[in-house]
């Protein structure tokens, strides 16, 4: 499927390394024929190696905090200049919970923490489509797209205010996903991933436990970083311009399954 994505230009976040959902989909949009410039807040960076990855994709890195609205406004003016005109796609790649890192228990919140959490993983999430909007910078028919995850509709032990932020993330694509779409036609989306063994998804306590459960619950198996990525890449194509305020269910069909016949076998074992 080549040029899938020909003459598009986007932002992509949230690349830290070749582990991560945005660096396989930075490579698939690459090979579709898209232009993108990377960002993710310092500290990322310096943890990552984003800088890689701009290397193989031709792409300019420009650094910004999520959170702040300022480095959103420079990020997605000079994004315009560099790549020559406004955006047809931006990937929000972006989550992070201080309590999970710092191991509290979800009746142990620090709420100072929990407020991050939701401000870095959700509130960001809002602040790049008003920053956007504000700036007019996507053209009608842009997609702009956040991964999310199951826990936003179910309860999941250690992902603790992580699922919060989920939920969260989910609401505001609805939300502002009415309003651009209304006023530009851009189309706001959240795709629920099956676990993945990203740096961020293999951090979280009992990561291992997640991941084999929903594998064996899942019809089709849990899709990959690089399914996800192939995911994206369609929903940034003119192939999906009516899909819009959804959340996607990438996973293999573990949100559709009851149980199945994988789980049974291993508790009858």
């Not at 310096?46 to 031709?58: D, M, P, Q, V």
């Not at 951090?203 to 970083?225: T, Y």
């Not at 009851?258 to 076998?265: A, F, K, P, R, Y």
Request: hydrophobic share 40%; with cysteine.
């Amino acid at each position: 499927m080549a040029n899938l994505l020909k003459g598009k230009k986007g932002i992509i976040f949230g690349a830290l390394d070749e582990n991560s959902i945005a660096w396989k989909t930075a490579l698939r949009i690459k090979e579709e024929g898209g232009e993108f410039t990377l960002t993710n807040a310092p500290i990322a960076m310096r943890l990552g190696t984003i800088n890689k990855l701009a290397e193989t994709c031709n792409a300019q890195v420009i650094p910004a905090d999520a959170t702040s609205e300022a480095d959103l406004n420079n990020l997605f003016t000079k994004s315009m200049e560099v790549l020559g005109g406004k955006l047809d796609f931006v990937l929000h790649s972006i989550g992070m919970s201080p309590n999970i890192r710092k191991g509290k228990e979800y009746g142990d919140m620090n709420y100072e923490w929990y407020l991050k959490t939701l401000d870095i993983s959700a509130l960001s999430f809002h602040k790049v489509l008003q920053t956007s909007e504000k700036l007019d910078a996507l053209n009608e028919w842009a997609s702009v797209v956040g991964l999310s995850y199951i826990a936003a509709q179910r309860a999941y032990p250690d992902y603790t205010d992580m699922a919060q932020a989920k939920a969260m993330l989910e609401s505001i694509a609805r939300s502002y996903g009415q309003r651009y779409g209304t006023k530009k036609k851009v189309r706001v989306n959240t795709i629920s991933q099956s676990p993945t063994k990203t740096t961020a998804g293999t951090g979280i306590s009992g990561f291992d436990v997640f991941f084999d459960f929903a594998d064996m619950m899942s019809p089709l198996g849990n899709a990959s970083a690089e399914d996800c990525a192939n995911y994206i890449a369609v929903m940034f194509s003119d192939y999906t311009r009516m899909v819009t305020m959804q959340n996607l269910m990438h996973d293999g069909g573990f949100s559709s399954s009851g149980i199945t016949n994988n789980l049974i076998e291993r508790l009858t074992k």
